[in-house]
Nanobody, 125 residues
Framework: VQLQASGGGLVQAGGSLRLSCAASGRTFSQYTMAWFRQAPGKEREFVAA????????RYRDSVKGRFTISRDGAKNTVSLQMNSLKPDDTAVYYC???????????????????WGQGTLVTVSS
């Protein structure tokens, strides 16, 4: 599986960005796709996940109501719409893919075996 993330940039607090992850190399019906992020000096953390087949989603608490993960089956892309951005959202965002991940483990980075290169999101105050 190859993943290519894009869409990061600099935005003021309260603004919006849309990240995109182009996926290739597999059919993804058995996959969970996710976004993680890593801020400077901090550990990588889960942001959101979506099951490809059911489109069931899961979010970390701090982004619920602000971020929306979605997938486009025709284009094999996964998007993360980020609204009402805060300075605490500043991080490098990574898309990830994993096969056969149970729902309770979707927030565990070790469950994903394919990762994109990361895209930087900077939110200024």
């Amino acid at each position: 599986v190859q993943l290519q993330a894009s869409g990061g940039g600099l935005v003021q607090a309260g603004g919006s960005l849309r990240l995109s992850c182009a996926a290739s190399g597999r059919t993804f019906s058995q996959y969970t796709m996710a976004w993680f992020r890593q801020a400077p000096g901090k550990e990588r953390e889960f942001v959101a996940a979506i099951r490809w087949s059911s489109q069931h989603t899961r979010y970390r608490d701090s982004v619920k109501g602000r971020f929306t993960i979605s997938r486009d089956g025709a284009k094999n892309t996964v998007s993360l719409q980020m609204n009402s951005l805060k300075p605490d959202d500043t991080a490098v965002y990574y898309c990830a893919a994993g096969r056969g991940i149970i729902m309770s483990a979707q927030d565990m980075g070790t469950q994903y075996d394919s990762w994109g290169q990361g895209t930087l999101v900077t939110v200024s105050s």
